[in-house]
């Protein structure tokens, strides 16, 4: 893929003004080798801890920004928001395969996804 051009904007919000349950979407399908910014909000209701270990071993993390801070590691299990917030996360998918994600402790309440990456 071609890493020069804009990354494609991703979104997902947690929680909502009518469920605090209510995730803007579950499925995002991605390619290998194209740049993504992942946009994840907590609108704050409830205290949201976002698991998806597997796909962030299979991805190349680029940067995450928190709050205008820019944190480079290669590595993320996970993160928790305890109040309103945002993360984003610029990534490239480096491996194929069908990964899915969770709010731990939310998973009967409906709060699970999957990244699909061919």
């Not at 919000?13 to 469920?19: E, P, V």
């Not at 803007?24 to 907590?42: D, V, W």
Request: proline letters at 2%; a negative charge; charged letters at 35%.
């Amino acid at each position: 893929g071609d890493l020069a051009i804009r990354a494609k904007k991703l979104e997902l919000n947690l929680g909502s003004d009518t469920s605090d349950y209510d995730m803007s979407q579950k499925i995002f399908k991605l390619e290998t080798g194209k740049a993504y910014n992942l946009e994840i909000t907590s609108m704050g209701f409830k205290e949201y801890e976002f698991e998806a270990e597997d796909f962030f071993r299979n991805i190349w993390i680029r940067k995450i920004e928190v709050e205008g801070v820019e944190i480079n590691t290669p590595v993320l299990n996970g993160f928790e928001f305890d109040r309103e917030g945002e993360i984003e996360i610029n990534f490239v998918p480096i491996r194929t395969g069908e990964f899915e994600f969770e709010l731990d402790g939310l998973q009967q309440k409906g709060m699970v996804g999957k990244f699909i990456i061919e």
